[in-house]
C-alpha cells in the first residue's frame, strides 16, 4: 500500500501523538507475531466452484457500469490517500489534517498493520485479477503493479474497511452510514473490475478480523480515544460537506451493484 492520506512519517513525528506499547514498533501498533492474517482467512474459491462461478458472472454484469456515476466514483476511491474524503458525506464533515492530526496519525500508524494484513495473504494464495481471465473493461490504468499485485484479499478493501470501523469507534452515532460506506468503498473495486466480489469480502474480513487484534493494543485504544475527542470537536465546528456531492454520492449508490 501507498502511504495513506498524505501524512508522512515526518508529520507523525511533529505531532508526536503516537503512543509506544509493549514490544511493538513505534511505527506500527502490533508486535511482530501478535497477528498473522493467513491464519484467520480462508482460502480463496477453487476453481470451477460455485464460488468462483459467481465471481466471474458478476465481474461480467458489473462491467455495463462503465461510464456510469457509479464507476466515477470507484475510481475516486481508488486513491487510497483520500480515503478520508470519500467518509466526508458519511461523517457529516470533511476530516483535514489541521483539524485532526491525532486521528491522521491512528490512521498512519494503523496503515502499517493493515500493509501486513494484505501481503501475508496475497503472498499465500497469489490468486490472479478477474481481468486476465475475463474480457471487459478496468476502471484504472492496467499496469505492471496492479498485474503483480495478488487479487485475494483485496488491500482497498481491507485499508477502507479499517478506515470505516475506525471512523464507527469515533463517531458512533453515525456508524450506520460510516459502515455503508465501507461497504461501496469495498464494492468499487468490483465495479473497477480489478477484484473479485469473494477478494473484496475477504477484505471485510481481514479487516475485522485486524481491528479486533488492534483493539488489544493499549497504544491504539489510547490513539482512538484522542482521535475519537479531536473528531467531535471538528464535526461541531464544521463544515459540512457540500449538499450537492453528498446527494450526487447518494444517487450513485442507491442502484444495487447488479
Request: charged share 25%; with cysteine; glycine share 6%.
Amino acid at each position: 500500500m501507498r502511504a495513506v492520506w498524505l501524512v508522512t512519517t515526518a508529520a507523525l513525528m511533529l505531532t508526536g501523538c503516537a503512543t509506544l506499547s509493549g514490544d511493538a514498533p513505534s511505527n506500527r501498533y502490533l508486535a511482530k507475531g501478535v497477528f498473522d492474517a493467513r491464519d484467520h482467512l480462508p482460502p480463496p474459491p477453487a476453481k470451477g466452484s460455485e464460488a468462483a462461478l459467481r465471481d466471474r458472472e458478476i465481474f461480467r454484469a458489473t462491467r455495463a457500469l462503465k461510464d456510469t456515476p457509479r464507476w466515477s466514483l470507484a475510481q475516486e476511491d481508488n486513491v487510497e490517500e483520500k480515503v478520508l474524503d470519500g467518509y466526508a458525506c458519511a461523517l457529516g464533515v470533511t476530516p483535514s489534517f489541521e483539524r485532526n492530526p491525532k486521528l491522521a496519525v491512528t490512521l498512519l500508524r494503523m496503515s502499517r498493520d493493515v500493509r501486513s494484513a494484505v501481503a501475508g495473504p496475497k503472498l499465500k494464495y497469489r490468486r490472479p485479477r478477474p481481468y486476465f481471465s475475463e474480457e471487459g473493461p478496468i476502471c484504472i490504468k492496467r499496469s505492471l503493479g496492479l498485474a503483480l499485485s495478488p487479487d485475494y484479499p483485496s488491500g482497498h478493501a481491507t485499508w477502507g474497511w479499517s478506515v470505516g470501523l475506525v471512523l464507527a469507534e469515533v463517531a458512533p452515532d453515525r456508524r450506520e452510514a460510516i459502515l455503508a460506506r465501507a461497504q461501496a468503498y469495498g464494492e468499487s473495486r468490483v465495479v473497477c473490475g480489478v477484484h473479485n466480489m469473494s477478494s473484496v469480502e475477504a477484505g471485510r474480513m481481514n479487516a475485522e478480523n485486524l481491528l479486533s487484534a488492534l483493539k488489544s493494543s493499549d497504544a491504539f485504544k489510547a490513539d482512538l480515544a484522542a482521535a475519537r475527542a479531536e473528531l467531535d470537536a471538528a464535526r461541531a465546528a464544521g463544515p459540512a460537506p457540500a449538499p450537492a456531492r453528498c446527494e450526487a454520492e447518494a444517487a450513485a449508490l442507491s442502484k444495487p451493484l447488479l
